[in-house]
C-alpha cells in the first residue's frame, strides 16, 4: 500500500473493521487503569504522560506491526521520546497514526469521554481509521462508509453506518474542548447560529458530529495530526468535512513540524464552511495549561 489510489475500498474497509477491534482491544486497558491508580506526569512540552498512554500504545503498535507488516507508524508517545532525543518521528507514502489516550487530562481526572484514534494515512489523508472511546462504549470506523457499534467485552459488536446531519432549523450543536478554550474560537462560533455549545473531551467530538449528534467542532489552538486524522476521516465519511483555513483539508505527515496541527473545524454539514474565519495559525501549545503533578 502506497498511495490513496492503490488502496481499493474493500481494502479500506477490512482496514478500519482491523483498526477498530485493535482500538477497543487498546480500550480495555484504559478502562483498567481508569478505575484505578495510574502512574503519570508531565512532558517537556506541558502534555500529560500516563502508564496508561504507554502500555496502550505498546498494544497498538504490536497489533499494527503484526497485521500490517512494514509499514510505518507514528505514535504519541514514542514521538514524544523522539523529539526528545532530538530526532524528527518521520513518516512519508503511507502510515499509521496513533493516539493510544486522547484526552489524557480528562482521563486523569475521571471523566469518561476520552479515546483511542487510529489512522491510516495514505498520499497526505487519512484513508481508514478507528476512533473508540471506551468510556462509553462506543467505537467508529470507516474506510469508505462510516460505522458505528456498541463496544462488547472488549471487541466491536454489530455495526450501523452513521451520518451527519444537516443544519437544524433550532440552530447549531458546537462542541467545545473542556480545557482548551480560546478568544479565536469563541470569535468563529460568534459568525454561525449556534444554539448550544456543550464541553466533550478529546476526539469523542469527532464521533459525535458524525453520528448526527453534534454539529461542529472549532478548534483554533494547536493540536497534533494524532489527535485529528481518525476523526478527521470519520467524519468526512458520514458525510461532514473537516476544514483548514483557506476551505481545504488538514495534510498529514508534516514531520518537519512535529506533526503540528493548524486551525481547523469539523462539520457535520460542509455547507457551514464558506460561513468560518479561522485564523492562519494556532497559539502556543501548552498555554494556560493546569499543572499535574507526579505519581510513582
Not at 526528545?84 to 518521528?89: D, K, L, Q, T, V
Not at 475521571?110 to 473508540?132: C, K, Q
Request: proline content about 8%; glycine content about 12%.
Amino acid at each position: 500500500m502506497t498511495s490513496a489510489a492503490t488502496i481499493s475500498g474493500p481494502e479500506r474497509e477490512r482496514i478500519a473493521a482491523a483498526l477498530a477491534e485493535i482500538a477497543c482491544a487498546a480500550g480495555e486497558i484504559l478502562r483498567r487503569y481508569h478505575r484505578g491508580p495510574c502512574p503519570h506526569a508531565l512532558k517537556p512540552d506541558g502534555s500529560p504522560w500516563s502508564a496508561a498512554d504507554v502500555e496502550a500504545e505498546d498494544l497498538i503498535v504490536a497489533a499494527l506491526a503484526e497485521r500490517f507488516p512494514g509499514i510505518a507508524v507514528v505514535a504519541e508517545e514514542r514521538a514524544a521520546a523522539a523529539r526528545a532525543e532530538g530526532a524528527a518521528a518521520a513518516a512519508v507514502g503511507t502510515f499509521f497514526l496513533v493516539d493510544p489516550l486522547d484526552g489524557t487530562r480528562d482521563f486523569l481526572a475521571g471523566t469518561p469521554d476520552y479515546s483511542v484514534n487510529i489512522a491510516l494515512v495514505a498520499g497526505e489523508r487519512p484513508v481508514a481509521a478507528a476512533l473508540a472511546a471506551p468510556g462509553l462504549d462506543r467505537v467508529w470506523w470507516a474506510g469508505t462508509a462510516a460505522v458505528e457499534a456498541p463496544v462488547v467485552a472488549g471487541r466491536p459488536g454489530a455495526g450501523h453506518p452513521v451520518h451527519a446531519r444537516t443544519v437544524p432549523a433550532a440552530g447549531l450543536l458546537a462542541l467545545g474542548s473542556r480545557r482548551h478554550g480560546d478568544a479565536a474560537t469563541d470569535t468563529c462560533l460568534a459568525a454561525l447560529p449556534v444554539m448550544e455549545t456543550r464541553q466533550v473531551g478529546s476526539a469523542l467530538k469527532f464521533g459525535l458530529i458524525a453520528a448526527g449528534e453534534a454539529d461542529l467542532y472549532v478548534r483554533c489552538g494547536p493540536t497534533m495530526e494524532w489527535d485529528t486524522a481518525a476523526g478527521d476521516h470519520i467524519v468526512a465519511a458520514a458525510g461532514g468535512c473537516v476544514v483548514v483555513p483557506g476551505g481545504g483539508p488538514i495534510r498529514y505527515g508534516r514531520h518537519g513540524s512535529d506533526h503540528r496541527n493548524g486551525p481547523f473545524a469539523a462539520l457535520g454539514d460542509p455547507s457551514l464552511a464558506p460561513r468560518l474565519t479561522l485564523p492562519a495559525s494556532c497559539g502556543t501549545r501548552g498555554a494556560g495549561r493546569p499543572t499535574l503533578s507526579a505519581a510513582s
